[in-house]
């Protein structure tokens, strides 16, 4: 078995749980690689064997059977630029808050090995999306994509935007607000949720699109297919807006075309048989928290 291991800071006592699950993998007899720079802060901490390192550009391919993340679903979201096109299954142990893609409490993570092991879980497919302009957006390079959700919204200013919307070519209409969120069913629990979308199960063919503070007060949520093809174009008082892919963003010039669409490529998420996604939902949204149950 072959294991990356990721993570981006070292919260309090994190450092003790990769000790863990790093023991736990020696005793599976795993060969372990862990991220170039997460190794350094590790070292500082925990007395760490001679293991190989990763970079973004270096180290991994489609031999490795999981990527373990440390952190929060931000995490998560940055470790997919490492492993976006290798097909590399991904688990995240929490380290954060909410977390609706890093499912593991970090006391448990020895579980993270011990049921992988013994094959108590299922490869969930996840979608993703890709952006793509009348212009060159160098601060995305070749990693256009985003696994929760792809967002344009306002710069420099407190007025709001308008941003005109077609569906496959079709006129929908032009949302004024502070942004729009086009999110996969994997984000609906992200950006688009706190902006009163709604949650798509992991699966589901379809996209959501969530106005942000829309000034139109009839401007609903709205899914559609995965299929579509959504273009927009802003407008507004600057000259400039932000498009954001996850994590990533970029200052785009007003009045150039933006096209979203599924990509031709998707993420492999572990599912652990007792961390599910519905288990996830109950406890992160204390979904029937109420003393009559």
Same mark, same amino acid.
Request: charged share 25%; with cysteine; net charge negative.
């Given at each position: ?75 998560? &979201?940055? *470790? ?9 299954? #991904?688990?995240?142990?929490?380290? !954060? =808050? ?118 139109? &007060?009839? *401007? ?9 093809? #959504?273009?927009?174009?802003?407008? !507004? =008082? ?56």
């Amino acid at each position: 078995m072959k294991v990356a291991i990721y993570g981006q800071i070292l919260q309090e006592n994190t450092a003790e749980y990769v000790d863990e699950l790093l023991d736990e993998l020696k005793k599976a007899n795993a060969v372990v690689s862990i991220e170039k720079q997460f190794c350094q802060l590790l070292a500082e901490q925990i007395s760490l064997e001679d293991y190989t390192t990763f970079t973004e550009n270096t180290g991994l391919d489609d031999s490795f059977d999981m990527l373990v993340s440390f952190g929060g679903d931000g995490t998560i &979201l940055r *470790a997919i630029t490492f492993i976006w096109d290798l097909g590399i299954p #991904i688990v995240g142990v929490n380290t !954060g =808050r909410l977390g609706f893609l890093s499912t593991f409490r970090k006391e448990e993570v020895r579980k993270v090995v011990r049921e992988f092991v013994a094959g108590a879980y299922v490869i969930e497919e996840r979608s993703l999306i890709e952006v793509h302009s009348d212009y060159d957006i160098p601060e995305f390079g070749d990693m256009r994509f985003a696994l929760n959700e792809v967002t344009v919204s306002r710069k420099d200013t407190t007025s709001m935007i308008t941003v005109e919307t077609y569906l496959n070519d079709e006129y929908l209409t032009s949302y004024w607000a502070d942004g729009l969120i086009v999110a996969t069913p994997t984000g609906s629990t992200g950006y688009s949720l706190s902006c009163g979308g709604p949650v798509i199960v992991p699966g589901v063919q379809a996209l959501a699109i969530t106005p942000i503070a829309p000034h139109n &007060l009839n *401007a609903r949520p709205l899914v559609i297919s995965d299929q579509t093809i #959504i273009r927009m174009k802003v407008s !507004g =008082r600057e000259e400039h807006h932000l498009v954001s892919l996850d994590s990533r963003i970029a200052r785009l010039e007003n009045g150039r075309e933006i096209i979203v669409k599924k990509a031709p490529y998707s993420i492999k998420m572990i599912e652990y048989t007792s961390e599910s996604f519905l288990k996830t939902l109950r406890n992160k949204l204390l979904w029937g928290e109420d003393r009559r149950n």
